[in-house]
């Protein structure tokens, strides 16, 4: 079978200072990475890449069989560079296979099937899509969801641009991007499921345009989704986890896939029990239910009180995982990195929304 290849050539004069983030971001896609002093090299399930470094720039090459490889090859380089190159802001385009493509491998257009209330506080939509299996094979279990709304009904969805990243063909007709998780994925049927926190105002304006969505969401409705993004949680045989209702639906997932002899506690904070669900997790991890009772989202200080009082196991590979509104994350994840001195290797601490704030994480 014939290679397909692409590279960019990068103006990028301080490189140095953030090249080790980008290496290990990468890396944490589950590839095999060889380093010298002037290249990097990245092996993938689905494809390679290279690095070349030289003073002021930076050669960056893919290779893959498929086109659904060099496309996600492409994706993971660009996006690396968006993020901690920002600074730079360096000119890219890719020349050579699939230069002039135009398809946003990451785009599939939704469809709901049905939609249920799960619990009072949430409300699970099922989306139909074609050509889902890329939600599978690589890593990653949240979307950025591409809500149609009152004042844009009729979006233009996004396009690849040269740089290989989403390009918006009318800034006018751009839909609103809030970030969700696929709670259940079943390609072969062709849908997946995503768990609403359901917030605010039913007829959400502009703000709660996300949760308004999921209210009235109703057979044949369409939504946009891009994905997959985030990556892989790293496997340790205890896990610390913590998480509010938003996060409920990514630590689910997480837990039933864990290897049966896991051992460890998570947390989990809702109103009350009618918001608790049921979960499958490993025998030898304890779940425990947090209820608010009526405090707002985001104002009740039990979450992160009780994660930071779990003390950690010696001798054992370990990992704490958090996921909740940012204040309380923030307060997680200064203490286990600063108190405690874990490293990112061992961390995560996620801020998913923010009181006050709208769309948090969804540019
Ligand atoms: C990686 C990731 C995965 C996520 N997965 C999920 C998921 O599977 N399910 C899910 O429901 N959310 C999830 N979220 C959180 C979700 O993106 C935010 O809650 C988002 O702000 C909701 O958009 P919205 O349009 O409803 O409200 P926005 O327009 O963003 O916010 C409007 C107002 O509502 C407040 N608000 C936002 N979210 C909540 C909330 N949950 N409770 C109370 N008030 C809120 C805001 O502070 C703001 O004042 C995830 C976030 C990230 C980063």
């Known amino acids: 079978m014939n290679q397909l290849n692409c590279h960019t050539e990068l103006r990028l004069l301080n490189l140095a200072d953030y090249l080790h983030?980008?290496?290990?971001?990468?890396?944490?896609?589950?590839?095999?990475?060889?380093?010298?002093?002037?290249?990097?090299?990245?092996?993938?399930?689905?494809?390679?890449?290279?690095?070349?470094?030289?003073?002021?720039?930076?050669?960056?090459?893919?290779?893959?069989?498929?086109?659904?490889?060099?496309?996600?090859?492409?994706?993971?380089?660009?996006?690396?560079?968006?993020?901690?190159?920002?600074?730079?802001?360096?000119?890219?385009?890719?020349?050579?296979?699939?230069?002039d493509d135009t398809v946003l491998s990451s785009f599939r257009l939704m469809r709901v099937r049905n939609a249920w209330q799960l619990t009072p506080g949430m409300r699970r939509v099922r989306l139909e899509g074609e050509n889902l299996d890329r939600f599978e094979s690589f890593t990653g279990m949240h979307i950025r969801m591409l809500f149609p709304t009152e004042t844009v009904p009729d979006p233009v969805w996004p396009i690849a641009g040269a740089n290989g990243l989403a390009l918006w063909p009318s800034e006018d007709r751009k839909p609103t991007t809030r970030v969700y998780t696929i709670r259940k994925l079943d390609v072969k049927a062709g849908y997946m499921d995503v768990d609403f926190v359901v917030h605010g105002d039913p007829h959400g304006g502009d703000e709660g345009i996300g949760s308004a969505w999921a209210l009235n969401a109703a057979e044949g409705d369409v939504v946009g989704i891009m994905g997959p993004l985030g990556r892989p949680v790293r496997s340790a045989d205890w896990y610390l986890m913590g998480c509010d209702e938003t996060g409920l639906p990514a630590m689910s997932r997480i837990l039933e896939n864990l290897p049966a002899d896991t051992?460890?506690?998570?947390?989990?904070e809702v109103d009350g029990a009618a918001d608790e669900q049921q979960i499958s997790c490993p025998p030898g991890l304890e779940l425990k239910w947090i209820h608010r009772n009526g405090v707002p989202g985001g104002q009740h200080a039990e979450?992160?009180?009780?994660?930071?009082?779990?003390d950690w196991p010696q001798n054992v590979s370990s990992f704490g995982w958090f996921a909740s509104e940012a204040d309380a994350a923030k307060q997680v994840r200064e203490y286990w990195r600063k108190t405690l001195g874990y490293g990112r290797d061992q961390t995560l601490a996620a801020g998913y929304w923010k009181r006050g704030a709208a769309g948090l994480m969804a540019g």
Request: hydrophobic fraction near 50%; charge should be negative; charged fraction near 30%.
């Open 21 to 99: 983030l980008i290496v290990d971001r990468l890396e944490s896609f589950e590839a095999d990475v060889v380093q010298t002093e002037e290249t990097v090299s990245f092996q993938f399930a689905f494809g390679t890449g290279r690095f070349e470094m030289a003073p002021g720039k930076l050669v960056m090459e893919a290779s893959a069989a498929e086109v659904e490889g060099l496309r996600r090859v492409k994706e993971l380089f660009s996006v690396a560079i968006e993020l901690y190159a920002k600074s730079e802001k360096p000119e890219m385009a890719w020349e050579g296979d699939l230069a």
């Open 263 to 268: 051992r460890g506690v998570a947390f989990v």
């Open 303 to 310: 979450l992160a009180r009780a994660v930071c009082a779990v």
